[in-house]
């Protein structure tokens, strides 16, 4: 990657976002960090500066708030070369299903916000002629499954967006790219007893990322490989035997 290229991460205080950027950073690129903390970011900032000699901005960004959506595009100090976007929130099921507005801030944060952040970059990619953009979704978005349907419900709309994206775009020079992790050892799923096969680290979602952006191109990123094998045995599940499994 040239040094002249440019990285914004969307959710850039988080594990996976971290780690995306110290990758690029590595590689020459100049970073900016956006998120709601600020004080987080500037630590994440600190730690690219000791690590790579990078220096990163911060900008201030809340995925619920649309309205300022287009001053936080605005205010950035130069229309990034690739935008990743990493916000995402669990949640707890079982609270979902009782509280609406919990129910709702879990499936705007996991898609309403990416979507429409991600859509207005993809306007202003156009305008410049190029542009890569890439969304951390998830292999929860490609079945419902009773133990986190909620949360599933959310990447399963990022997933499309991104997709339908990706087709409306298909004949220009702006890349969009699906990133389904799978588990993945973060601060989200400290408490969860992860299977090792299926667990990436934060720093393989990073390296598929930019291997994806900077080396070999790529539309859909199934991190851990097996995930694919997976989800295609647990799509092709015939419903009136999935229901049963409670999964």
Same mark, same amino acid.
């Given at each position: 990657?040239?040094?002249?290229?440019?990285?914004l991460?969307?959710?850039?205080?988080?594990?996976i976002?971290?780690?995306?950027?110290?990758?690029?950073?590595?590689?020459?690129?100049q970073i900016?960090?956006?998120?709601?903390?600020l004080?987080?970011?500037?630590?994440?900032?600190?730690?690219?500066a000791?690590?790579?000699?990078a220096?990163a901005s911060l900008?201030?960004?809340? !995925? +619920?708030? /649309?309205?300022?959506?287009?001053? $936080?595009?605005h205010d950035?100090?130069a229309l990034?070369?690739t *935008?990743?976007c =990493?916000?995402g929130?669990l949640?707890?099921q079982s609270?979902?299903e009782?509280?609406?507005?919990?129910?709702?801030?879990i499936?705007r944060?996991?898609?309403?916000?990416?979507? !429409? +952040?991600l /859509?207005?970059?993809?306007e202003? $990619?156009?305008?410049r002629?190029?542009?890569?953009?890439?969304? *951390?979704?998830? =292999?929860?978005?490609?079945?419902?499954?009773?133990?986190?349907?909620?949360?599933?419900?959310?990447?399963?709309g990022?997933?499309a967006?991104?997709?339908?994206l990706?087709?409306?775009?298909?004949?220009?020079?702006?890349?969009?790219?699906?990133v389904?992790p799978?588990?993945?050892?973060t601060r989200?799923?400290?408490?969860?007893k992860?299977?090792?096969l299926?667990t990436?680290e934060?720093?393989?979602?990073?390296?598929?990322?930019?291997?994806?952006?900077?080396?070999?191109p790529?539309d859909?990123?199934?991190?851990?490989?097996?995930?694919l094998?997976?989800?295609?045995?647990?799509?092709a599940?015939?419903?009136?035997?999935?229901?049963?499994?409670?999964?």
């Amino acid at each position: 990657m040239e040094k002249s290229q440019s990285l914004l991460v969307l959710g850039g205080s988080s594990d996976i976002g971290r780690a995306c950027a110290l990758r690029f950073a590595e590689s020459g690129a100049q970073i900016m960090l956006a998120g709601r903390d600020l004080e987080a970011l500037q630590r994440e900032a600190q730690d690219i500066a000791v690590r790579t000699g990078a220096k990163a901005s911060l900008h201030k960004l809340d !995925i +619920l708030d /649309g309205d300022a959506f287009r001053s $936080f595009v605005h205010d950035l100090p130069a229309l990034p070369d690739t *935008v990743i976007c =990493v916000i995402g929130v669990l949640g707890e099921q079982s609270r979902a299903e009782t509280e609406v507005a919990y129910a709702s801030r879990i499936i705007r944060t996991n898609c309403e916000g990416p979507a !429409i +952040l991600l /859509g207005l970059f993809a306007e202003h $990619f156009l305008a410049r002629g190029s542009g890569a953009i890439v969304g *951390v979704s998830s =292999v929860a978005g490609e079945r419902g499954r009773a133990s986190n349907y909620v949360y599933g419900a959310g990447k399963a709309g990022l997933t499309a967006f991104l997709s339908g994206l990706r087709n409306r775009l298909g004949k220009t020079n702006i890349r969009v790219i699906t990133v389904k992790p799978g588990f993945v050892r973060t601060r989200m799923t400290k408490d969860m007893k992860l299977p090792g096969l299926l667990t990436a680290e934060p720093e393989e979602v990073a390296e598929a990322i930019f291997r994806a952006v900077a080396v070999r191109p790529r539309d859909v990123i199934y991190v851990k490989p097996i995930w694919l094998i997976v989800m295609t045995i647990i799509k092709a599940i015939p419903e009136p035997i999935f229901k049963r499994l409670r999964i």
